[in-house]
């Protein structure tokens, strides 16, 4: 005689006389993360069962009330009525479970010739690959912000810094443009890692393939994989997927934490660069006339957040021997997190360019200090006088020096006193001595100057399928 599992028992209930105690069904369970992968579940049931069916390992019949049950569980989901059960662990035998209550006996077909581990990798890819999906056009959302700010500041002088100091005046159109090439390179990155991703460990079962004559190319193709996972130990092993994912995200959400950092720079009053918008800044309740970019330092701290999730699952993996073990199991719950996170920093950004107010003044007037246009003064000698560039360097370092002894900047020093040092000088030096006329002479490709960077905003309106001057 035979025990039916009942009311309550676990699926996995045959062999155990006891059931599990409460605290191992807490930390065994998954569904309160896992059930984000319902509608994955319920397509690869639906492609095993088909495939099933096809090849005739279970009865059209049987296809046919299971694929009429999984409708119904389907609804449920959509209808938020779905009873997700905590004893029953995670969301792949919540669905099967449901679908025994629905229409018996069938249900118990469905997981032949499956297993949960290649069943929960192949829900997680097909989730992943989703979720790259959304960061990426989050990102594209991100660079047509910037992209149109940058277009309006093709010409804005502000001062360039290293090691932030004054280094040479830059345009903020060329500032905001490198912000776009870093997320370009982001979402090639996600791609990059959604196409390897996108192969099926569906049919992989435990670990080392089945004896049922499956045909794993007619799962791969239901559910919009290139091919199956050649090595079954692999398919159900491999989570470098979500690390590739993880990575990616953890680079991209870097690159937002440091336009977060300028934010937070930008908008102090000691840069007073840029006002954010009210929609985007926070007050303080003791201090009146604080505005505070939160948004921006909250960027700045989840961008760590999603580095920790990568390294926490690269930490989960690392010392895993083949093939399954349950430490996989958190795994989606960094990845998800992860995808959250990032979502929520990659609008917020895109809200923030979108409505800040450049300070154009203040900025021009921070890039004529500190004598931003020294390496002008130097070139000049170099191209004018044919000086070797070291002894320019060496003449205009005095030149910055007697500047800075009389404090004022360079435009303001008299020629007298610049021939001083140099004798051969004169008035012509002060073309190049203003921050446009800098900005503007640095016409190399990739250089700052406005009709470079004209070109560059013209260049990414196409690219990012945009109208000119919308
Ligand atoms: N909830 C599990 C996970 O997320 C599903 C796989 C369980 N497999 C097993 N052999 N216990 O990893």
Known sequence: MVDKPSQG???WGGRFAAQPSDIMQSINASIDIDRRM???DIAGSRAHADMLAETGIISEEDNEAIQSGLDTVLEEVRAGTFPYRVELEDIHMNVEARLKELIGEPAGRLHTARSRNDQVVTDFRLWTRGAIMEARSALSGLQVALLRRAGENVDAVMPGFTHLQTAQP???GHHLLAYVEMIERDRARLHGAAIRMNESPLGAAALAGTGFPIDRDMTAEALGFDRPMANSLDAVSARDFALEALSAL???ATHLSRL???IVLWSSAQFNFARLSDEWSTGSSIMPQKRNPDAAELIRAKASLITGQFVSLQGAVKALPLAYAKDLQDDKRLTFEAFDTFGLCAQAMTGMIETITFNRKAMRAAA??????ATDLADYLVREMKMPFRDAHHVTGRIVAMAEADGVELEALSLQSM???????TDDIFSVLSVEASAGSRQSYGGTSP????????LWTKRLGLEANT
């Open 9 to 11: 028992q676990q699926m």
């Open 38 to 40: 319902a509608l994955q």
């Open 170 to 172: 830059v345009t903020l």
């Open 250 to 252: 953890s680079i991209a």
């Open 260 to 262: 977060a950092e300028e």
């Open 368 to 373: 004529a200090k500190g004598f931003s246009t």
């Open 419 to 425: 021939q001083t040092v140099e004798p051969r000088l």
């Open 451 to 458: 009709v470079r960077v004209s070109e560059q905003v013209e």
